[in-house]
C-alpha cells in the first residue's frame, strides 16, 4: 500500500488549503485514516483522524477551522483547513490504520504547508 498525499503549499494567514491523500493498493478494512503534522524541531502530532464509521477526531489547536473527511470508494482521506494560522506551518503526513490490527499501518510521504505572517 502507498499513501500519495498532496495539495501543500504557501498560504497566507487566514487563508485555506485542502490536502488529499490517496492510497493505492488493498487497505484491509476496517482502517482508520488520519493526517499528521511535523513542525520544525518538534515532534510529529496527530491533527486528524477519522474512524471507519464516520467517527472523527481532531487536536484542540485545530478543532473549528479544520475538516477531516474520506471518501472509501476512492480510498482517500481530505483535510480542509481554514483559517490557516502560522502555527499550523509543518510538513503534514496522511496515515491508514487498520483499526482491528493497528500494527498494520501505512505513511505517505509529507506535504508541506508554510501559513506566512
Known amino acids: 500500500v502507498q499513501l500519495q498525499a498532496s495539495g501543500g503549499g504557501l498560504i497566507q494567514t487566514g487563508g485555506s488549503l485542502r490536502l488529499s491523500c490517496t492510497a493505492s493498493?488493498?487497505?484491509?478494512?476496517?482502517?482508520?485514516l488520519g493526517w499528521y503534522r511535523q513542525a520544525p524541531g518538534k515532534q510529529r502530532e496527530l491533527v486528524a483522524e477519522?474512524?471507519?464509521?464516520?467517527?472523527?477526531k481532531y487536536v484542540d489547536s485545530v478543532k473549528g477551522r479544520f475538516t477531516v473527511s474520506r471518501d472509501d470508494g476512492r480510498n482517500t482521506v481530505f483535510l480542509q483547513m481554514n483559517n490557516l494560522k502560522p502555527e499550523d506551518t509543518g510538513d503534514y503526513y496522511c496515515?491508514?490504520?487498520?483499526?482491528?490490527?493497528?500494527?498494520?499501518?501505512?505513511w505517505g510521504r509529507g506535504t508541506q504547508v508554510t501559513v506566512s505572517s
Open positions: 496515515n491508514a490504520r487498520n483499526e482491528y490490527r493497528p500494527s498494520v499501518t501505512y
Open positions: 493498493g488493498i487497505l484491509t478494512r476496517p482502517y482508520t
Open positions: 477519522i474512524f471507519s464509521s464516520g467517527e472523527s
